[in-house]
Nanobody, 118 residues
Framework: QVRLVESGGGLVQPGGSLRLSCAAS????????MAWYRRTPGRERELVAEVTTAGNTNYADFVKGRFTISRDNAKETVYLQMNNLNPEDTAVYYC????????????WGQGTQVTVSS
């Protein structure tokens, strides 16, 4: 039922910036905490950032000071502004609803590829 469509990824040079978007549908968007995750081949999926319904944020240590998560409830969209990117940020980035994880409501989109390389 839940559909999550990520976009905005691409190839950038180290130190560059990128803004990811996640369009959500199939849920009362404003009522749920949203989050960004990332996955690199050979590694477990990692939580990158979270934003609550009140707009409070939480970040993984490896992105603090560089990434900013935000939401626009009117557009039912979550954003991830990524600055000062480094090659280790290369991954497929996904958005999701933390409270839906492990439930019948859990659904993953295709993600968006971010590649940081010279």
């Amino acid at each position: 039922q839940v559909r999550l469509v990520e976009s905005g990824g691409g190839l950038v040079q180290p130190g560059g910036s990128l803004r990811l978007s996640c369009a959500a549908s199939g849920l009362v968007f404003r009522a749920f905490e949203m989050a960004w995750y990332r996955r690199t081949p050979g590694r477990e999926r990692e939580l990158v950032a979270e934003v609550t319904t009140a707009g409070n944020t939480n970040y993984a240590d490896f992105v603090k000071g560089r990434f900013t998560i935000s939401r626009d409830n009117a557009k039912e969209t979550v954003y991830l502004q990524m600055n000062n990117l480094n090659p280790e940020d290369t991954a497929v980035y996904y958005c999701n609803v933390p409270s839906f994880r492990g439930t019948r409501l859990e659904s993953w989109g295709q993600g968006t590829q971010v590649t940081v390389s010279s």
